[in-house]
């Protein structure tokens, strides 16, 4: 053997034995000298029955162990008290624990610890140094019982019985404050009675923890506040809410607390119950995001219950037998930014007995949810105590269901595609809000919301605004692309659907004065079909007369169909109708007037006008009324019963009737109408106007002929108290021209043995002596070929309607026709001539009350003689005045 060598093992043993003795040495000072050591260098008191330390591999095995601060009141280390039946410790830094006051280890084992823990101060923030660090990469626990309290003394964690292994366990006050008060690799744990105080508002408090194969049990969850609700809002008047959560039982498994994330998989929540205090407090946007990051692989909810209160502790919202299953479910950085602060691959949810109370109370009796379709049964809307003004509803549906095409959010806000959309047996009430709505309004979180189909089926829904009901009954529809868009520049929502099929039964519309009713309504956006038609009046002719403070028709309307083809956008912002064909067929309409109340005051436009200021663009190509029946009644204040006018076999054609909004379509309206006037002649008229000329001029014409003059008493006789006794009238021609300020044109008028009789106020006697003069200046016969007369500076009040202009200008035509041309010297002369007839009869009264007087006054035969001769006097006077 070489003599390096020798030497080198030599040396080698000398080294050997020295740490075998250096070895023995410090174990003999250890447990001699350490307590006093640790007592003189470090800030707490030890005492221990028994130690050993390996000094070559930095194990450390004790038993018997007590711990003590030496100044409980030092709050800049952490504190420890207590006692530890077994202490075992693997590759402890022996130098730093001593020199640099570090403690370090790989493995820590304590047996039936008993320990009360007053965690450091936080990290200095300016220095960024830890004060008095304890690092564990591997701790186990055996039927420990430890509390843990804040530097402030405030109890922060205990728990008793626990066994516990970690790895790589941290645990300082900085985590309570920035991140996770406790984060671990691996984990095994049981233990009891758990409560846990993260901060001054709230308790966690837990029955039993107990892990198995990376399996978690946790009985007896409860989040708890700490504070009365009423002296939460007191001290935290800016928090919005207030939360208590209980779950008697949850599993999960493979759970992971690292820095600021937790990860755990297939958790389990068996019947959690949570309550949500609100305070009506709008929580404050905060600009720095969350670090916090949960990642729950699989998360169950069953039985759950929810109650969410309001700030004046009623119940907003509760919701029984909630389930739950979410696959990935995660939280962090990204998913905090979004409206649902949340990530999910996929879910299911369903829920019982959901009622949520506010000035719509909603109730849900079951819901079932997917990511692509969900399900809802007996839900039912009523009306809050709030409700008042405001939109509402009172209805039920058995059963709404839904599947989704794709759901995302654009600028927080929600863009929902739905491939379709099922509403089965509405029935109830919806209430309109009062006045227009404010469009100007921001549409909130909808970006956008497309459903591609909806239907709605076997439903009877009432629509009350104003109270103005407008029913629909067995109501079955199907609307495909319904858009619901921000309207232009952000203001607003633009709607519109792209097609809609409609079909009602016994559809009813009630306003002030009508009930509205509809046999069977068929609409889409290329047809409709309206049966058996009819607007009936709620109120008697009298009543309404009463109930109206100027001037209004009063109508009682029916149709047997109505039918019109073309097509129309009836529900977005840019409407619009172009009809080719609109059909009324069987039509019986009266209309009545009264001229009892006041004159409308306001000025009436003609029909181009009215058209005209039509918002939409309006096109009807053609349009028809066909076998039906018009009937126009108007009374006066002197009348006895209305007059009347009964148009029969009515016929109509109207082309073009439209608003002038459509470009290339043509804006004349023609109208052509063929009857039977009075039952008893056939009328024929021809008019027409061009909507888009601003100037509203017209033209009318038409003709009646063989109309028996007794034809028109109905009309005439009530209040102008004068009927035609005698006479035909053989043909009638108008032909006018006019425009908002008045018309002209020409009148013919061929007739024969025209008499009339004038009648005294009850319609019944005839005034003979009347009738005598009046006639002597009426033109019974017109001649075989009369000529036209000149209807001309018939000037219109604008107050009054079209039709008022018209018979004016028949009026002008008649008066020429039957009195003259000379109508003012002729209506002079009748005046006089009945001025004159009232003079006689004046005279003859008084002849009378002479004769009288003249009886009872003279009776002797002398006497007889004078009042002969008096009367032949008295006659001759008045006979000369009454010729003259």
């Avoid at 009930?515 to 609409?523: A, E, P, R, S, Y």
């Avoid at 607007?535 to 009543?543: D, E, F, H, I």
């Avoid at 209807?791 to 009026?811: A, H, M, Q, Y």
Wanted: some cysteine.
């Amino acid at each position: 053997m070489k003599k390096w060598v020798k030497k080198l093992l030599i040396g080698f043993g000398i080294f050997a034995v020295l740490l075998l003795i250096a070895n023995f040495g410090l174990n003999l000072w250890l447990k001699t000298q350490l307590p006093d050591y640790i007592k003189n260098h470090s800030d707490y008191k030890v005492s221990y029955k028994t130690l050993d330390i390996d000094l070559g591999t930095g194990n450390i095995f004790a038993t018997g162990i007590a711990v003590n601060n030496k100044d409980p009141q030092n709050n800049n280390v952490i504190g420890l008290q207590g006692t530890i039946d077994t202490l075992k410790i693997s590759r402890l830094g022996i130098y730093d624990a001593v020199f640099n006051k570090k403690i370090s280890s790989s493995d820590l084992l304590l047996a039936r610890p008993c320990l009360n823990v007053t965690l450091a101060k936080p990290v200095d923030r300016k220095t960024g140094k830890k004060r008095n660090p304890v690092l564990f990469e591997n701790i186990r626990i055996s039927n420990g019982t430890i509390t843990i309290f804040r530097h402030t003394r405030q109890k922060f964690l205990s728990v008793q019985e626990l066994d516990l292994l970690v790895e790589n366990l941290q645990m300082t006050e900085e985590s309570v404050e920035n991140k996770l008060p406790v984060v671990f690799d691996h984990y095994s744990i049981k233990g009891k009675n758990f409560f846990f105080r993260p901060d001054n508002v709230y308790a966690i408090t837990i029955g039993s923890i107990h892990t198995t194969n990376g399996q978690m049990s946790v009985v007896n969850f409860k989040l708890v506040p700490l504070l009365s609700f009423a002296r939460f809002k007191k001290f935290y008047p800016q928090k919005a809410r207030l939360f208590e959560f209980s779950i008697p039982r949850m599993d999960f498994k493979d759970i992971v607390l690292n820095k600021n994330k937790v990860s755990l998989a297939n958790a389990d929540f068996k019947s959690p119950v949570l309550t949500v205090y609100n305070t009506g407090i709008k929580a404050k946007k905060t600009e720095k995001k969350s670090d916090f990051e949960v990642n729950l692989e699989n998360v169950k909810l069953n039985n759950a219950v929810v109650y969410i209160n309001k700030p004046d502790g009623n119940r907003l919202l509760s919701a029984a037998h909630l389930n739950l299953n979410i696959n990935k479910l995660m939280f962090n950085k990204d998913t905090s930014e979004r409206v649902i602060p949340i990530g999910y691959k996929d879910f299911t949810f369903s829920g019982k007995d959901i009622v949520y109370t506010d000035h719509q109370n909603i109730n849900i009796g079951s819901i079932a949810l997917k990511p692509t379709n969900g399900e809802l049964r007996d839900i039912s809307l009523t009306p809050g105590n709030s409700a008042d003004g405001k939109t509402n509803m009172g209805i039920k549906s058995d059963h709404i269901a839904f599947h989704v095409n794709k759901l995302d959010f654009i600028d927080k806000k929600l863009m929902l595609d739905v491939k379709d959309l099922l509403i089965e047996n509405v029935n109830g009430t919806l209430h309109g809000r009062e006045g227009k709505p404010d469009v100007s309004k921001k549409p909130g979180i909808i970006h956008s919301l497309i459903v591609r189909k909806a239907s709605l089926k076997n439903s009877n829904i009432t629509y009350d605004k104003g109270k103005q009901p407008l029913s629909f009954h067995d109501l079955n529809a199907t609307f495909n692309d319904i858009e619901l868009i921000p309207g232009p520049n952000g203001k607003g929502v633009s709607f519109q659907v792209k097609n809609y099929f409609l079909t009602t039964r016994n559809f009813a519309y009630k306003t002030r004065f009508y009930n509205i009713n509809l046999g069977l309504l068929k609409l889409n956006k290329n047809r409709i079909q309206a049966n058996n038609f009819a607007m009936k009046p709620l109120v008697s002719r009298a009543q309404f007369i009463k109930m109206i403070p100027v001037e209004r028709d009063l109508y009682d309307l029916k149709a047997g169909q109505i039918t019109a083809e073309g097509n129309w956008e009836l529900f977005s912002q840019h409407k619009f109708v172009n009809a080719s064909h609109v059909t009324i067929q069987s039509a019986d309409a009266n209309i009545f007037r009264s001229k009892i109340p006041k004159d409308d005051p306001k000025i009436k436009a003609l029909y181009s006008k009215m058209l005209r200021s039509v918002k939409i663009p309006l096109t009807i190509a053609d349009m028809d009324l066909k076998n039906s029946i018009l009937v126009y009644e108007e009374d006066t204040p002197e009348s006895m019963g209305p007059g009347k006018l009964t148009f029969s076999n009515f016929n109509m054609n109207v082309k073009n009737l439209n608003s002038a909004k459509t470009k290339g379509k043509p804006t004349k309206v023609d109208i052509k109408i063929n009857c039977s006037f009075m039952n008893l002649a056939p009328l024929s008229v021809n008019w027409n106007f061009d909507v888009a000329d601003q100037n509203d001029v017209f033209a009318i014409s038409g003709r009646i002929a063989g109309l028996p003059a007794k034809g028109i008493n109905p009309f005439i006789r009530p209040y102008l108290h004068v009927t035609a006794t005698e006479g035909t009238i053989q043909e009638l021609l108008f032909n006018f021209k006019g425009n908002p300020a008045g018309l002209h044109g020409t009148f013919n008028m061929k007739h024969k043995d025209l008499k009339i009789a004038v009648l005294n106020k009850n319609n019944h006697e005839k005034k003979g002596l009347l009738t005598a003069v009046v006639n002597v200046f009426l033109k019974s016969d017109s001649g075989s070929f009369p000529e036209s007369v000149t209807v001309e500076n018939v000037e219109r009040d604008p107050t009054k309607s079209f039709f008022n202009l018209f018979w004016k200008g028949i009026e002008q035509g008649l008066k020429k026709t039957l009195i003259g041309a000379n109508v003012e010297k002729t209506e002079k002369k009748v005046k006089n001539a009945v001025s004159s007839v009232k003079e006689m009869k004046e005279s003859v009264r008084e002849i009378k009350q002479e004769i009288k007087n003249k009886t009872t006054t003279s009776p002797s035969r002398e006497s007889k003689k004078e009042k002969k001769g008096f009367l032949k006097g008295l006659f001759k006077k008045k006979k000369d005045s009454a010729t003259e």
